[in-house]
């Protein structure tokens, strides 16, 4: 079935590195691409999204392309700070609902 | 502009008794979602509304587990009679219509059963 896989975490980086957090997903359809942070907490939340093939979704300075070819939609930070501490899920649309991945614990060092 | 709001935001209870968790959705979104969050399973959707109306309970785990939408407005999610594996975060969102929407999370409800 429609599914969305995601590096396992945790993922420890120093403030100021770059981050890669990688996602790829079934390619069932023309799906929409999320990312959403979730903080401690608190409930998941819309960090980012993609709708069509090359989109680039963007925010808070995080980047992800919606690649058709190799079926990918990777979240990327050229400088990560230690308030960018999270659980990070990809997901994709189907029908009336989101498939989310299993998360991505992201842990920053100050 | 308000949110999905829950409550209660925790609740500790023991075994075999009555829980109900409530959502209020984001007023004008038709489509209402109940998840649950454990470190074993991750993120699990239970069930899903449009239109106060729901269209998948295949998530649901047990008869124990039911939902109600009763108005646009409200929605519960009712455990009788809770077990200690029911222990979990279960968060409700809502979205203007199913698919390609994102999802707005309410901050959840931490349920403990003793």
């Known amino acids: 079935g429609d599914s969305v896989t995601q590096m396992e975490g945790p993922v420890t980086l120093s403030e100021e590195a770059f981050l890669t957090i990688n996602c790829t997903y079934t390619a069932t359809g023309y799906p929409s691409l999320f990312w959403y942070v979730q903080y401690p907490g608190e409930g998941l939340q819309l960090l980012l999204k993609a709708t069509k093939a090359d989109d680039k979704g963007s925010n808070k300075g995080f980047e992800a392309t919606y690649r058709k070819e190799t079926t990918s939609f990777h979240l990327e930070k050229g400088s990560v700070q230690v308030s960018d501490s999270a659980v990070y899920f990809c997901a994709r649309d189907r029908d009336d609902k989101i498939i989310f991945g299993k998360g991505t614990r992201l842990h920053i060092l100050p | 502009d308000a949110g999905v709001i829950q409550s209660p935001r925790h609740e500790v209870t023991e075994m075999g008794q009555e829980v109900t968790l409530r959502c209020k959705p984001i007023s004008g979104h038709n489509s209402l979602f109940w998840y649950r969050q454990t470190m074993m399973r991750g993120l699990e959707l239970l069930i899903y509304?449009?239109?106060?109306?729901?269209?998948?309970d295949s998530g649901m785990p047990e008869d124990r587990f039911s939902a109600k939408m009763p108005n646009a407005s409200f929605s519960t999610l009712k455990i009788q009679p809770s077990e200690p594996r029911d222990s979990a975060v279960y968060f409700c969102?809502?979205?203007?219509?199913?698919?390609?929407?994102?999802?707005?999370f309410g901050d959840g409800t931490r349920l403990s059963i003793l």
């Open positions: 509304f449009n239109n106060n109306v729901p269209i998948d």
């Open positions: 969102a809502s979205s203007p219509t199913g698919g390609r929407q994102p999802q707005h």
